[in-house]
């Protein structure tokens, strides 16, 4: 099988083609699976696709830049009309049986070239809100799979009913590897150490960021050496928080780490305690798959607030907390922290009910055999 995967942007986008392409070879070893990105310095898939020893090629393509009267947007048509033709190249260079696009501007010329040709063309969404370019490619694919049973809903008014299946989300199988106490013994971590995990995704989030040092430097005022937090600052926030944890004190720094990326995800989730994150779709899927108390932050800043929506059907369920960006000034983030940390019954019933009513354990199974029948048709 000859396999083009495409999706980028943000991690969000290129983790669950990482996933559905380590799930194919895993299915597949003589699978041949390239990557097809944008070409813009911030696309994660850059960094991402070639750490997992994957081929990727670049497409120039961007986004629309809001607002959306700036003048940068009137080059926007020119760039659909380029990348549609470098798309058209790659794919006449590597003659793929099977085109996957998981979302993001960077798989709108691939996905769509693709359909055009006649090859078998899958899209994944994640999120609860389906993006721009998914919607745009969702009628001429193959099948539309996706993550939320609303998202379904929702598609097959824009689609052939029988295009569109829930898969729930492909998961690194890393993810599955993992248990908690191997984790916490790779990472050195006692059975009396509290464990937080947090991140504001992989550009960062300046609000979230700055929550976190606060907390770290509260936290550390208590005295404990048994509390110990990880922070991933993010590819655009990463210096200005740098500078600012310099200043914290070194018996701060002991027990609290920054990075900018968290490249062993599977490990340091399965071994956390507690996990800050944003409300993404994937962070959701994956811990809801380890079972893990969580307070989310959802970003105020995603088309109609979907990651709101996404944190506050966990809530609802008593599967997790919600801190909203607005109030993080305002000390909310670590009252939350505060609370669970002192309560761990609380924090067991919120792992209980996440994994028995958010997860979806065979994921990967369910898109590998559809994407196997259509590569053999």
């Known amino acids: 099988m000859r396999i083009l995967m495409t999706g980028g942007g943000t991690a969000g986008h290129v983790n669950p083609a990482l996933a559905i392409a380590a799930t194919l070879q895993e299915h597949h070893p003589d699978a041949e699976i390239a990557f097809v990105a944008s070409a813009q310095p911030r696309d994660k898939a850059t960094d991402l696709v070639p750490r997992a020893g994957y081929p990727l090629h670049t497409v120039h393509i961007r986004g629309l830049i809001r607002p959306c009267w700036k003048p940068v947007n009137l080059r926007l048509p020119f760039l659909m009309i380029k990348s549609r033709r470098e798309a058209a190249a790659l794919i006449r260079e590597f003659q793929p049986d099977l085109i996957v696009g998981t979302g993001g501007y960077a798989c709108w010329p691939l996905c769509r070239v693709g359909i055009a040709q006649g090859i078998p063309t899958v899209i994944h969404e994640s999120n609860a809100i389906p993006g721009k370019a998914i919607m745009k490619l969702a009628k001429g694919a193959d099948r539309v799979l996706v993550n939320f049973e609303a998202t379904a809903d ?156 996404n944190a506050m059907a966990l809530v609802r369920e008593g599967a997790a907390r919600c801190v909203e960006e607005h109030t993080l000034t305002t000390g909310a983030l670590e009252r939350e922290v505060r609370g669970l940390m002192a309560d761990s019954e609380a924090r067991d019933r919120m792992e209980v009910a996440i994994r028995e009513k958010f997860a979806m354990p065979d994921a990967n199974e369910r898109i590998c055999a559809i994407l196997t029948g259509l590569c053999g048709s």
């Open 154 to 309: 929702m598609m097959r008014k824009h689609t052939h009913p029988d295009q569109v299946v829930r898969v729930g989300n492909p998961m690194m199988p890393g993810f599955a590897r993992y248990s908690r106490a191997a984790a916490r013994s790779e990472l050195g971590l006692s059975d009396n150490d509290l464990y937080i995990l947090s991140f504001g995704g992989s550009l960062g989030a300046e609000y979230v960021n700055d929550a976190v040092v606060n907390l770290a430097v509260s936290l550390a005022a208590d005295g404990s050496e048994h509390v110990k937090l990880l922070h991933a600052a993010g590819k655009r926030d990463y210096a200005r928080i740098r500078d600012a944890w310099d200043a914290v004190p070194a018996e701060v720094q002991k027990s609290i780490q920054l990075t900018e990326y968290i490249y062993d995800m599977p490990r340091q989730m399965a071994a956390a305690d507690l996990v800050i994150s944003r409300a993404g779709a994937m962070s959701i899927s994956e811990l809801s798959l380890l079972g893990k108390a969580a307070i989310f932050i959802p970003s105020p800043y995603v088309a109609a607030q979907h990651q709101l929506k």
